[in-house]
């Protein structure tokens, strides 16, 4: 399905030794640094990824799946990383052993999206932009921080990659079997990130594009959603059996909603409190959840009527900033410290960038459409939400296909500036 042909020898082995390269480096990388890459304390767990292990733990040894709830069920959380990680401890031990497999599986993962990514270079643009885009990610090192932290983030951008390509594929056969396995594809996202939920309303687009009949558009709708909600069953009756009500994802929503109404991190203004004195700056975003989304609405009400200009910049341009220009890179890894790779990221997006706008003026559309509606509906899906690094780090891949694009474009243009001299040289001779 996912074939290259049409690909030179040469630039089969570069990719393949571009794949070698990756999977001994992150392999490398996670044995070596190990425990180094927890963000939280093994002994009291007081972040996601100890919390994730703690919660896989109990899912193996009690049959339950809790989080921040003790030995008490909950739906804090969906279930996806928990069951994998509880799968690699069922085999190789519930220490370190299950940890050190879950993350060489994350090396394998970022093995294989190299190869994504190039299918997907060649495939919108061309050759030499899925190798530029391969070499980029290939030497991207908050890949290989990803790889050794015990979070979702690895496993989702694969699955984000594996979407994008199915896309494609479905667009150009118009087979049913593609629709269901992008259907499949979905349904495994949002065990992970439910947002991942809505991707297939990109089909709106690409179906009128490419003028898809409306009994095949209605049929092919189907078979995603019916694919999606056969896939999501076992998780919704375990929720009404557990807590007797009908939970869609997780009862966890209300706290990123509210979370992203903090500017910078900052509390609302004095003047916020003054006219909603029901809520204290000591307790605005504590309390219980289901009361989150209440106080994010009041804030972001007060925050509009107020201070317009700042807060459209936070829920726009902000947002694209704290999920871009910030690298997914909590533990530096030798020799590039963290202020290095601040740098590193700010050129890249500023390339990045640059790309988006010259693939949007000069390449065929048909081709592009299916990069673009992907990485806009995973970034216009936090606008309401807290946005930080860690959610936009599976993101960075599609933008890395667009800065590959443009580097690719200005080293065509430079080769045709210098053979134009040459020629100008030899015809003056």
């Not at 990610?137 to 890949?143: E, F, G, N, T």
């Not at 910078?264 to 959840?289: I, M, R, V, W």
Request: one cysteine or more.
């Amino acid at each position: 399905m996912f074939r290259i042909g049409g690909v030179s020898r040469g630039a089969k082995l570069y990719l393949a030794g571009l794949m070698a390269f990756v999977g001994i480096v992150s392999c490398i990388v996670v044995l070596a640094y190990n425990d180094y890459f927890f963000l939280g304390d093994p002994l009291k767990p007081n972040n996601d990824d100890v919390k994730y292990i703690q919660t896989s733990r109990l899912l193996l040894n009690e049959g339950v799946l809790a989080y921040n709830t003790g030995d008490k069920p909950s739906a804090f959380i969906m279930p996806g990383l928990p069951f994998i990680l509880a799968g690699f401890m069922a085999l190789f031990g519930q220490d370190d052993g299950g940890v050190i497999a879950y993350r060489l599986y994350q090396c394998v993962l970022q093995v294989l999206s190299i190869y994504l990514v190039f299918w997907l270079g060649k495939r919108i643009f061309n050759t030499r932009v899925g190798l530029i885009a391969c070499t980029i990610s290939a030497l991207y090192l908050p890949d290989f921080f990803s790889s050794g932290v015990i979070l979702s983030e690895t496993t989702f951008r694969t699955l984000l990659l594996l979407l994008l390509c199915v896309t494609i594929i479905a667009l150009e056969q118009n087979k049913a079997r593609y629709y269901i396995l992008l259907g499949v594809l979905t349904a495994a996202a949002a065990y992970f990130k439910p947002h991942a939920s809505l991707y297939p309303a990109v089909f709106v687009v690409l179906w009128w594009r490419h003028r898809v009949p409306w009994r095949h558009v209605l049929k092919y709708a189907l078979l995603i959603a019916g694919t999606y909600i056969v896939l999501l069953t076992p998780w919704w009756v375990r929720n009404w059996l557990t807590f007797h009500k009908f939970i869609l994802f997780t009862n966890s929503g209300g706290s990123p909603f509210l979370l992203g109404t903090r500017i910078h991190g900052e509390l609302p203004p004095a003047s916020f409190f003054e006219a909603h004195p029901q809520y204290d700056p000591t307790t605005l975003f504590q309390g219980s959840d289901r009361f989150a989304v209440q106080k994010g609405l009041d804030i972001i009400k007060y925050g509009f009527k107020h201070e317009p200009l700042k807060y459209l910049y936070w829920f726009t341009v902000g947002r694209w900033m704290e999920l871009y220009f910030h690298p997914f890179y909590s533990r530096p890894i030798w020799p590039v410290t963290r202020p290095i790779m601040n740098v590193i990221q700010v050129i890249l997006m500023i390339i990045n960038m640059l790309g988006i706008g010259l693939a949007l003026l000069k390449h065929r559309w048909d081709r592009l459409l299916p990069l673009v509606l992907a990485l806009g509906y995973f970034t216009i899906i936090y606008i309401p939400f807290v946005a930080f690094n860690r959610y936009g780090y599976p993101n960075m891949i599609l933008l890395i296909l667009f800065g590959s694009y443009f580097i690719e474009q200005l080293l065509r243009y430079i080769s045709q500036l210098s053979n134009n001299g040459s020629i100008k040289k030899g015809g003056g001779r």
